[in-house]
């Protein structure tokens, strides 16, 4: 057990004696999760300190060549796989530990991701045993023909079931600073009801977008929602108490910091100052200020296309001021909640158990999502559409019915293309404008088919590589048709090589969290999936 395993043991004794075992128990299973993501990483990412040409294979296994002669070899994984990695041999010895795997390569930059992956690893074993423990209540969806234990039938209940995190990022379950007993009151998987206090703020000095409500008003003081870790770990530093404590009671959804709350309206996206997998979960000014012209703009957009996909708008942010700044420590959003009535999930909740019948299922959720982005890129909005961002309705035929976009911050919008299709430019931050096709290719395509479509097919193909040609396959007929729908224009033609080409963008998570890293060097280039069937 490494020093920070042992750390975590003893604060879970402390906390909940109760899940000691649970915990311990879960430790390998969760090594053997981040060596798999990290993997990954070392196979396919430009990473210093490997050598030119990148890895290699040889009968059964994968080979990656350092740059000082020592050769990293592990099982034959392509770039879209999900599993665990038990082991890795590093010149002929076995590696079962990421974190210590990855002190062994000595990759210049790498010592906080070392300790990043120690969190990781820790963490993901606590979320397992604390996940373990809960009772869930049996649910079916409409069209099943079996009953699913493990889900609820809230939007809430389906988000809470992700327990791993991110598919394909070693940080899964990073989460410096956030103590054992923390994480057991905060984090989703433990399905906890969290209460958000209240910080009274003077509504003159605040940033606000959009129509702050009424119910969060003191006279001339905005009252602004306050994550209870914000309260105690960054309040005390900007020399401010909370006006109420506990006085909202909301569910934390995927995000840990946006909650639904349980008497409904808006949910509630909070600042919450420290890092989680890989970057700060504050909420910056500039988001404040664009949440509600960049909701209009995309419900603007999306309403040229007849409502697709539907788009869960910010109505509301505000940010306070601290030393005559606005701080994005001392911020919050609301935003709208999906329509009740119906079974709405992430499609990072998905399961084998709630996809019956794979290829209907991939057909009709294909066609939604790749009309819908294609369209949206056409006129001008590169939506960053994976597992966490998109939303799936399911009919009563428990297939797609119709797609939810959330979370706007990290959209790319290209002016050019807007004036094009006659569309004004909101006033948003420059960095959410470019118009290089690269880059809003890379935006949507690197999220969309390199993480949402991709751990879609791996979940459902279950490792048989010629299930997952199949379903590959319908992925690329419905792209086909969504762009034959689309008027045949220079952006749109543009965008169709791009999707066909011979490789596809996508994140490079272990070279983005280097230190000395460039900034926007968190890319990379894989070969491209839908290739194979043009």
Known sequence: MRQLEAAFAAEVAAACPDLSAGYAAALPGARSAVLGRLWRGLLYEPLPGLAAGGAGEEPGRSVVPLADGRRLSGRERRPYDLGDEPVLWLDGRPHTHPAELL???????????????????ASLALSRAGAARHARPAHTHPGADAWDPRFGGTLADYEQSVVDGHPYHPGCRNRPGVSVAEQLAYMPEHRPVVALDLVALPAATCLVSGPWPASLMDGDRLLLPLHPWQTRHVLPGLGLRPYATGAIRARPLMSVRTLAPLDGGPHVKTAFTTRMTSDVRDI??????????????????????????H?????AGAAGMVDGEHSADLSAMLREPPATGETVLP??????????????????????????????????????????NLLVALGRDALPSRLIYRDLADVRISPARLARNGVEVPAVSARLLSDDPAILHAKLFGSLIGTTFASLISLLGQGDRAAESRLWDVVAVAARESFAELPATPDVRADRDALF??????????????????????????????????
């Open 501 to 534: 080409g011979a490789s596809i963008p996508v994140k490079a998570h272990l070279l983005a969290q280097l230190e000395g890293t460039p900034p926007g060097s968190g890319w990379t280039r894989v070969r491209n999936p839908l290739v194979s069937w043009i």
């Open 311 to 315: 788009i869960a708008r910010y109505l």
């Open 103 to 121: 002190a062994a390569l000595g990759l210049p930059g790498a010592d906080r991701l070392v300790t990043d992956l120690d969190h990781s690893v």
């Open 284 to 309: 910056s000014p500039g988001s404040v200020r664009d949440c509600v012209p960049l909701s209009r703009l995309l419900a603007e957009l999306s309403a040229r296309r007849g409502g697709r996909p």
């Open 347 to 388: 499609v990072a909740a998905l399961t084998p158990e709630l996809v019956r019948r794979p290829v209907a299922w991939l057909t009709a959720f294909a066609r939604l999502a790749l009309a819908d982005a294609l369209g949206l890129l056409a006129l001008g909005a590169a939506l960053e559409a994976h597992g966490q």
